[in-house]
């Protein structure tokens, strides 16, 4: 189980890293201000958006992505935690599993795009 974390935090640390330097690499230091006030981020927030963006090398969809691995990384190890109790027969420790993981959903599909 600790493994999901780790490949996940490393995929995602991957992603931002490489991201950041392939930004810096692209935006000269006088750009950065206006970049990061510009926030291009929500800008690949949709899947198809998101697919042409890394498609095109954009840094900011690969970014974004690595912020959805980052998130995606708990919630994946939280699935992998219900199935496990579920497997073993822990009826009372699955079902608080699958609790959290709908709150987790709820959170993420729910009120995430109402504070955005």
Do not use: Q
Not at 30 to 58: M, T, V
Request: proline share 4%.
């Amino acid at each position: 189980m600790a493994a999901v974390l780790r490949v996940g935090l490393y995929v995602a640390l991957a992603l931002l890293v490489g991201a950041i330097v392939a930004l810096v690499a692209r935006e000269p230091a006088s750009a950065a201000a206006s970049w990061i006030s510009s926030n291009p981020l929500p800008n690949y927030l949709g899947l198809r958006a998101l697919a042409k963006g890394l498609a095109a090398g954009r840094a900011e969809a690969y970014l974004t992505l690595g912020v959805f691995a980052l998130i995606a990384t708990p919630v994946v190890r939280v699935a992998a935690g219900a199935i496990t109790f579920v497997r073993h027969g822990e009826r009372r420790m699955g079902a608080i599993t699958i609790t959290v993981l709908a709150l987790l959903f709820v959170g993420l599909l729910v009120v995430g795009p109402l504070v955005r």
